[in-house]
């Protein structure tokens, strides 16, 4: 893997061919594997590994970046002369900022979690086969078929630039997903973590699995509204879609559904949520794309939005707009996307409060509390249909449950959904624990189970 001593001298290497005023580097690095099985056998075994060099140079007020995987003398001598080519015909840009020094980028210590296992780094071919060995075991034993992935990967980041900014990052992740399909249903589970002794497979398999077999034969019920118990896969997968909203570029070019918003009651008192990078259960680097270090921002508290993140650029922005008195707390927060880019910034370790000490709820006891819902593990297929009151549409899937009398009582065919993020987090009745969760639609995120009142179905699907 790639080490801060060689990226180091790759940087060293850059600066000698670069005339710009000042360069920057992001450099990555690293290997991963995946095995991936279908109908009961593994079917492919890929690995890869590479170091991309991407280069950022700056004339004042113009910038651009070039990339290459190559460190050859010649490469970085072509990759910065491209760079350098690029700048020269770009306009000025007066939000441009010059690079942060170490005073600016650092804010203080700071108490990172290791992310970084040998055990995950070390995974071989034959260990994932014998994990994906055990959970075909199970599909057989269960009379099913199963599908999915087991991967390992260890990577590196950094980030230096000329006026002395110099951060590093290392990191290892292990990741199951498993689908286990019978005749007329399915069921699906998926986790990953730093530590591959923290994926159980052989658990997942056994959930996926009981999920298919109770969910045979699934009932028909008609749309409308319901009380749905999500589990945490099916939450992240659907507030995912509000997040990248919480941006101070997003507010200044009016396309945040936060605007006119922030500070005023907008969802229940009982929706906490932060960005913290340095969560236990997060992963993750601890620096943006400029070199800042992030900061924990609470950008949601009892219901009211109190904060958004910034870059540089957008929090110099925002401080001079009109907005300033209405935006919160406004101060660069070390979550900016690499330069230049379209996008400004966006939280990426997002952790919400689970519930209350005493009051958090197991899917269990959410499911014994209710009279008549429908339990879902997870959504797909999700789509924004009204981006200001934050409407989407999806479908859900493998594992839908009838839940009468306090029981889970049958399955029932997968629903199409129309419903609206800000309605949905006013209406959750109980939250359980915030544990690191994964879906398929966004990234992954600390959430709790949420159980919600009235949640818009409004089609049946024919599955």
Same mark, same amino acid.
């Given at each position: ?58 004339? +004042? ?21 491209? =760079? ?16 942060? $020094? #170490? ?12 992310? *970084? ?15 994906? !060995? ?12 199963? =599908? +999915? ?12 630039? $000329? ?38 497979? =052989? ?14 034969? #699934? ?20 507030? !995912? ?36 990078? *340095?969560? #236990? ?73 689970? !519930? ?16 008549? !819902? ?12 009204? #981006? ?60 709790? =189970? ?14």
């Amino acid at each position: 893997m790639l080490r801060r001593e060689q990226a180091g001298d790759v940087f060293d290497q850059l600066r000698k061919y670069a005339s710009a005023d000042e360069v920057e580097l992001l450099i990555a690095g690293g290997s991963s594997a995946l095995t991936r099985f279908a109908n009961n056998t593994i079917h492919q075994n890929v690995s890869e590994e590479n170091t991309q060099i991407s280069v950022r140079v700056s004339f +004042g007020g113009r910038t651009a970046r070039a990339t290459t995987n190559k460190s050859d003398e010649e490469s970085l001598r072509r990759v910065v002369q491209s =760079a350098e080519a690029l700048a020269r015909v770009q306009q000025d840009d007066a939000d441009l900022l010059p690079m942060p $020094t #170490p005073g600016e980028a650092t804010s203080g210590e700071v108490v990172a979690p290791a992310r *970084y296992c040998d055990n995950t780094a070390q995974l071989t071919p034959q260990e994932r086969a014998a994990a994906v !060995g055990q959970m075909v075991e199970i599909a057989k034993k269960h009379g099913l078929t199963t =599908a +999915g992935i087991v991967s390992s990967s260890e990577m590196a980041e950094g980030i230096f630039n $000329t006026r002395g900014v110099a951060h590093w990052y290392e990191q290892t992740l292990a990741e199951v997903s498993i689908t286990m399909l019978a005749e007329t249903s399915s069921g699906w589970q998926k986790a990953n973590s730093p530590d591959a002794r923290q994926v159980d497979h =052989a658990r997942l398999a056994e959930v996926a699995a009981g999920k298919a077999i109770e969910s045979a034969n #699934p009932m028909e019920l008609p749309p409308g509204k319901y009380t749905v118990i999500l589990e945490p896969a099916a939450v992240l997968d659907a507030v !995912g879609f509000m997040f990248w909203d919480f941006g101070g570029s997003a507010l200044l070019e009016q396309r945040s559904f936060l605007n006119g918003r922030i500070g005023k009651p907008l969802f229940g008192e009982n929706i906490t949520v932060w960005d913290d990078a *340095y969560h #236990p259960a997060q992963t993750g680097a601890f620096f943006d794309g400029e070199g800042m270090q992030r900061q924990r921002v609470q950008l949601i508290e009892q219901g009211r939005v109190r904060a958004v993140t910034y870059a540089r650029s957008s929090a110099r922005r925002m401080a001079a707009s009109e907005m300033a008195s209405n935006a919160g707390p406004v101060t660069a927060t070390g979550h900016g996307f690499a330069l230049p880019n379209e996008i400004g910034e966006a939280p990426l370790n997002i952790v919400f409060a689970g !519930g209350k000490a005493g009051e958090a709820q197991s899917l269990d006891e959410m499911i014994a509390a209710t009279d008549r !819902g429908i339990l879902v593990t997870r959504l797909w297929y999700i789509r924004e249909v009204d #981006p200001y009151e934050k409407i989407i549409t999806g479908m859900t899937r493998d594992g839908t449950f009838l839940v009468e009398n306090g029981k889970v009582q049958r399955g029932i065919r997968n629903f199409r959904f129309n419903e609206s993020l800000i309605h949905m987090l006013q209406n959750v009745e109980a939250l359980g624990e915030a544990v690191r969760a994964s879906g398929e639609e966004s990234m992954d995120m600390v959430v709790p =189970a949420m159980k919600v009142r009235d949640f818009n179905f409004t089609e049946v699907t024919k599955f």
